[in-house]
């Protein structure tokens, strides 16, 4: 299996590098990814950051620090438990070989994303400037290059090379749009990949392909429109050659068209018989292959696209190609451990994989525009996609506010209406939310809602606008989604299926977006979780809590023929500055994995009831230490996907259970076992169809021993790999027990040669916790002797020496 992931990882990311960003169509680009220089804060001016500075000189300073992009502000501030996250300038600086193989060709900068407002710098030359921190833009600095390399400077301070300048802002603004009142960083910096692109004096702009078929998938329709980049309006007729490909690489249409390109072009307009159908099961992807040739040279774009049909019925379900579809969702923010929004596409590629082994079908893209790299994965990998514009929260603004919302949403569908993944166009997110502006108008709200749904639809008639949790709006847009946290912000999730027939039936569309819950990792109570209500504010925020939200909630999806479908919040935990008293400081804990990708025991939990690749996983993997009395009954949950499970406990068999998704918790795979004190051995063993088995075991020590309240903490080292050490803090009462149930914060610190791996905002890496069962972990990278210090409130501090 393992070698199987593997190899499928491999191939799907180099078929994903033969693709580019559609930005700049051309499948020849240079990713800018090393050489940069980066200053927190501000210049006095661009000369500031070109002008020559020797060591030891006054110009020398402020100093530069190396980074590579991608590249965020806030890698490690947005979750350090005592820091506001930086807000506001910061530069860049490089230097770059310029070596256009285009006669009369132009050089431009493509920037996938960058945060929030970007200036763009030719030496001091200002030759670009975008507001938004999430829509593709590119820069033309031809005339700046060819302008600078007349100078004296270019040979004599940059030795022939082009500097390069740009500048991030992150700063807090009402006027600008996502609202600093999010659940979630407005990050700073070029967190998104910068390339240099040489296009000849006539190139590719934006290439628009509409493929649809009819229910059945009988009869295919094409219809691809070109327009060109052609600055300077030359008027030469050049040759256009355009290949089709079926999703096996056989040609399927080819034509060469000889014109001038000056407008946009319908270039393609044929029909297919059963066209092979992009689906969430098979995603068949077709290529479109444009070479143009100009003086003697070709630039060439390709684009993959797809055939599929979809509807969301009234008061219904949801099909895709005649066929119902259950859509089972979940969420994602451009967000990582130690890099916050700077992810590198081999990140991107493994969680995706990630969600799809998960079983996914479906994602909401929140709450902005997100890497064209993700919509290709959502391509490739079968997962339908809602994406949406960051008009989250905050109020409504100016006029500048509401022409960013418009130019964001053009951007959004124009960069990515090729995706045969995205079926839904996201409006905005809670925007009944005030609190940006002295006032909050709902009508004026409204106005301009109606007037992006109808902008959306000029723009692309082929989808369906949607929001989330704006009641005053529901009837504008086509696709809603109204507030549902059974169990979690409000009632118990045994509530569940009533509070969705109710949304059903109060909108015309009908989707789930956003439920579930906070899960601290590592945390896992004893007891039964049954009639839990609110647990936001009432609950122990443990997995073992969360793992039976969801399960509730999947089972009785399963019995809802009207459901279109359901997308939990979140995949992984993310940072967000309103968080600060969170279990893991500033960060939102619903993912059900953490924010390094290190999946909690939910995440189990629905790849049991969603995946097809047969799985077993007994709860508790993250769970060292049981309590109880003795001989009392535990439950043991497992959660699998096979069709029968035998459990082991001390090697003596507990029996065989058949799956039943309505036999709640853990679809009929629950036990309740006496465990013995000291050591447990538990093994789970299913099979799948071909009568393989599949295995699962874990340990776990039982403590019958009582505790009081804390009064001291132990702290152990254990040696790692690459001369990190893990360090465990445990709170235990006066006579030396273990206090399992307690919640209690845990701060490391360290002196001496060496550093804690903290601010990544996870269970393990954050440098003040909230405890797990009276526990608390962190690693630390050794290099020399070092002193790590630990204290936990009303409690004697502890220190141990690491040699």
Same mark, same amino acid.
């Given at each position: 299996?393992?070698?199987?992931?593997?190899?499928?990882?491999?191939?799907?990311?180099?078929?994903?590098?033969?693709?580019?960003?559609?930005?700049?169509?051309?499948?020849?680009?240079?990713?800018?990814?090393?050489?940069?220089?980066?200053?927190?804060?501000?210049?006095?001016?661009?000369?500031?950051?070109? %002008?020559?500075?020797?060591?030891?000189?006054?110009?020398?300073?402020?100093?530069?620090?190396?980074?590579?992009?991608?590249?965020?502000?806030?890698? @490690?501030?947005?979750?350090?438990?005592?820091?506001?996250?930086?807000?506001?300038?910061?530069?860049?600086?490089?230097?770059?070989?310029?070596?256009?193989?285009?006669?009369?060709?132009?050089?431009?900068?493509?920037?996938?994303?960058?945060?929030?407002?970007?200036?763009?710098?030719?030496?001091?030359?200002?030759?670009?400037?975008?507001?938004?921190?999430?829509?593709?833009?590119?820069?033309?600095?031809?005339?700046?290059? @060819?302008?600078?390399?007349?100078?004296?400077?270019?040979?004599?301070?940059?030795?022939?090379?082009?500097?390069?300048?740009?500048?991030?802002?992150?700063?807090?603004?009402?006027?600008?749009?996502?609202?600093?009142?999010?659940?979630?960083?407005? *990050?700073?910096?070029?967190?998104?990949?910068?390339?240099?692109?040489?296009?000849?004096?006539?190139?590719?702009?934006?290439?628009?392909?509409?493929?649809?078929?009819?229910?059945?998938?009988?009869?295919?329709?094409?219809?691809?429109?070109?327009?060109?980049?052609?600055?300077?309006?030359?008027?030469?007729?050049?040759?256009?050659?355009?290949?089709?490909?079926?999703?096996?690489?056989? @040609?399927?249409?080819?034509?060469?068209?000889?014109?001038?390109?000056?407008?946009? +072009?319908?270039?393609?307009?044929?029909?297919?018989?059963?066209?092979?159908?992009?689906?969430?099961?098979?995603?068949?992807?077709?290529?479109?292959?444009?070479?143009?040739?100009?003086?003697?040279?070709?630039?060439?774009?390709?684009?993959?696209?797809?055939?599929?049909?979809?509807?969301?019925?009234?008061?219904?379900?949801?099909?895709?190609?005649?066929?119902?579809?259950?859509?089972?969702?979940?969420?994602?923010?451009?967000?990582?451990?130690?890099?916050?929004?700077?992810?590198?596409?081999?990140?991107?590629?493994?969680?995706?994989?990630?969600?799809?082994?998960?079983?996914?079908?479906?994602?909401?893209?929140?709450?902005?525009?997100?890497?064209?790299?993700?919509?290709?994965?959502?391509?490739?990998?079968?997962?339908?996609?809602?994406?949406?514009?960051?008009?989250?929260?905050?109020?409504?603004?100016?006029?500048?506010?509401?022409?960013?919302?418009?130019?964001?949403?053009?951007?959004?569908?124009?960069?990515?209406?090729?995706?045969?993944?995205?079926?839904?166009?996201?409006?905005?997110?809670?925007?009944?939310?005030?609190?940006?502006?002295?006032?909050?108008?709902?009508?004026?709200?409204?106005?301009?809602?109606?007037?992006?749904?109808?902008?959306?639809?000029?723009?692309?008639?082929?989808?369906?606008?949607?929001?989330?949790?704006?009641?005053?709006?529901?009837?504008?847009?086509?696709?809603?989604?109204?507030?549902?946290?059974?169990?979690?912000?409000?009632?118990?999730?045994?509530?569940?299926?009533?509070?969705?027939?109710?949304?059903?039936? &109060?909108?015309?569309?009908?989707?789930?977006?956003?439920?579930?819950?906070?899960?601290?990792?590592?945390?896992?109570?004893?007891?039964?979780?049954?009639?839990?209500?609110?647990?936001?504010?009432?609950?122990?925020?443990?997995?073992?809590?969360?793992? %039976?939200?969801?399960?509730?909630?999947?089972?009785?999806?399963?019995?809802?023929?009207?459901?279109?479908?359901?997308?939990?919040?979140?995949?992984?935990?993310?940072?967000?500055?309103?968080?600060?008293?969170?279990?893991?400081?500033?960060?939102?804990?619903?993912?059900?994995?953490?924010?390094?990708?290190?999946?909690?025991?939910?995440?189990?939990?629905?790849?049991?009831?969603?995946?097809?690749?047969?799985?077993?996983?007994?709860?508790?993997?993250?769970?060292?230490?049981?309590?109880?009395?003795?001989?009392?009954?535990?439950?043991?949950?497992?959660?699998?996907?096979?069709?029968?499970?035998?459990?082991?406990?001390?090697?003596?068999?507990?029996?065989?259970?058949?799956?039943?998704?309505?036999?709640?918790?853990?679809?009929?795979?629950?036990?309740?076992?006496?465990?013995?004190? &000291? #050591?447990? +051995?538990? %093994?789970?063993?299913?099979?799948?169809?071909?009568?393989?088995?599949?295995?699962?075991?874990?340990?776990?020590?039982?403590?019958?021993?009582?505790?009081?309240?804390?009064?001291?903490?132990?702290?152990?080292?254990?040696?790692?790999?690459?001369?990190?050490?893990?360090?465990?803090?445990?709170?235990?009462?006066?006579?030396?027990?273990?206090?399992?149930?307690?919640?209690?914060?845990?701060?490391?610190?360290?002196?001496?040669?060496?550093?804690?791996?903290?601010?990544?905002?996870?269970?393990?890496?954050?440098?003040?916790?909230?405890? *797990?069962?009276?526990?608390?972990?962190?690693?630390? #990278?050794?290099?020399?002797?070092?002193?790590?210090?630990?204290?936990?409130?009303?409690?004697?501090?502890?220190?141990?020496?690491?040699?």
């Amino acid at each position: 299996m393992k070698k199987t992931v593997i190899v499928f990882f491999v191939c799907l990311y180099c078929s994903l590098l033969s693709l580019q960003a559609i930005v700049v169509p051309s499948t020849n680009k240079t990713r800018l990814n090393d050489g940069w220089q980066y200053i927190r804060g501000d210049m006095g001016s661009v000369w500031e950051v070109m %002008r020559p500075a020797q060591p030891g000189k006054p110009e020398f300073v402020p100093l530069w620090t190396p980074v590579t992009l991608p590249h965020c502000f806030n890698a @490690e501030d947005a979750v350090d438990p005592d820091v506001n996250y930086y807000q506001g300038p910061g530069w860049y600086k490089t230097a770059l070989s310029i070596d256009n193989p285009y006669t009369n060709g132009r050089i431009l900068l493509e920037f996938e994303g960058a945060g929030q407002r970007t200036e763009v710098y030719v030496y001091t030359t200002k030759v670009g400037e975008h507001t938004g921190g999430y829509d593709g833009w590119k820069v033309d600095i031809t005339e700046a290059v @060819e302008a600078f390399r007349q100078t004296e400077v270019c040979q004599k301070q940059f030795k022939g090379k082009i500097p390069v300048a740009v500048r991030c802002d992150n700063s807090r603004d009402t006027e600008i749009i996502p609202s600093d009142m999010s659940d979630f960083n407005v *990050y700073g910096g070029l967190y998104r990949y910068v390339n240099l692109v040489y296009v000849p004096e006539i190139s590719f702009d934006r290439i628009r392909i509409e493929a649809h078929t009819d229910e059945k998938g009988k009869n295919g329709q094409l219809l691809i429109h070109t327009s060109f980049y052609n600055p300077e309006k030359k008027e030469t007729a050049l040759p256009l050659s355009i290949r089709i490909k079926d999703p096996q690489g056989k @040609e399927v249409y080819t034509q060469t068209l000889s014109q001038p390109w000056l407008r946009d +072009t319908e270039l393609v307009r044929i029909s297919l018989k059963k066209p092979g159908l992009w689906d969430v099961e098979n995603p068949q992807l077709y290529t479109c292959e444009l070479t143009l040739g100009v003086d003697g040279q070709s630039i060439q774009a390709k684009e993959q696209f797809g055939f599929r049909h979809f509807e969301f019925k009234e008061k219904g379900p949801f099909f895709l190609n005649g066929r119902r579809v259950l859509l089972k969702g979940t969420h994602r923010h451009e967000d990582h451990a130690g890099l916050a929004a700077a992810l590198t596409e081999e990140l991107m590629v493994q969680e995706m994989q990630l969600i799809k082994k998960m079983g996914a079908n479906f994602i909401r893209l929140g709450h902005y525009q997100q890497s064209d790299i993700i919509l290709r994965l959502c391509d490739q990998l079968g997962i339908l996609v809602w994406e949406e514009i960051p008009w989250c929260r905050g109020g409504l603004g100016g006029e500048s506010y509401k022409e960013q919302a418009r130019r964001m949403l053009t951007n959004m569908v124009e960069q990515h209406h090729n995706h045969p993944s995205v079926i839904l166009w996201g409006m905005g997110n809670e925007n009944d939310w005030p609190g940006d502006f002295n006032t909050f108008d709902q009508q004026a709200i409204r106005a301009f809602m109606k007037e992006l749904h109808d902008l959306s639809h000029q723009l692309d008639n082929s989808r369906l606008t949607a929001i989330r949790r704006c009641e005053f709006c529901k009837d504008i847009i086509d696709v809603y989604s109204p507030s549902i946290w059974a169990g979690w912000y409000s009632r118990a999730f045994r509530d569940y299926a009533e509070m969705s027939e109710k949304g059903i039936q &109060g909108t015309t569309r009908f989707f789930h977006a956003e439920w579930g819950g906070d899960s601290h990792a590592r945390r896992h109570m004893e007891g039964d979780f049954a009639h839990v209500s609110n647990a936001a504010t009432k609950g122990d925020w443990s997995e073992s809590y969360i793992i %039976r939200l969801f399960d509730w909630h999947l089972k009785e999806q399963e019995k809802m023929p009207l459901l279109t479908g359901s997308a939990f919040w979140t995949f992984k935990d993310f940072s967000t500055p309103l968080r600060p008293e969170n279990p893991v400081p500033y960060v939102n804990q619903k993912g059900v994995v953490e924010r390094d990708q290190t999946p909690k025991e939910s995440y189990y939990v629905f790849q049991s009831y969603w995946s097809k690749e047969p799985m077993v996983h007994i709860y508790g993997h993250t769970w060292p230490v049981r309590w109880g009395e003795k001989e009392e009954k535990k439950e043991i949950l497992v959660y699998s996907n096979c069709p029968e499970v035998e459990l082991f406990v001390n090697g003596v068999s507990q029996g065989k259970k058949k799956r039943d998704s309505q036999d709640f918790p853990a679809a009929g795979f629950h036990w309740y076992v006496p465990l013995i004190e &000291g #050591e447990n +051995t538990i %093994r789970a063993i299913g099979s799948d169809k071909k009568n393989s088995l599949i295995i699962d075991e874990i340990k776990q020590t039982y403590q019958t021993q009582k505790w009081g309240k804390e009064a001291e903490i132990s702290l152990t080292a254990t040696p790692l790999e690459n001369d990190q050490v893990w360090i465990q803090a445990e709170l235990k009462d006066a006579a030396g027990v273990r206090c399992l149930d307690s919640r209690q914060y845990i701060e490391f610190s360290l002196a001496g040669d060496g550093k804690l791996i903290q601010n990544q905002g996870t269970s393990t890496g954050s440098y003040r916790v909230q405890s *797990y069962n009276g526990r608390a972990c962190i690693k630390l #990278e050794r290099k020399g002797k070092c002193v790590v210090a630990v204290k936990s409130d009303k409690l004697p501090s502890i220190f141990l020496s690491i040699e």
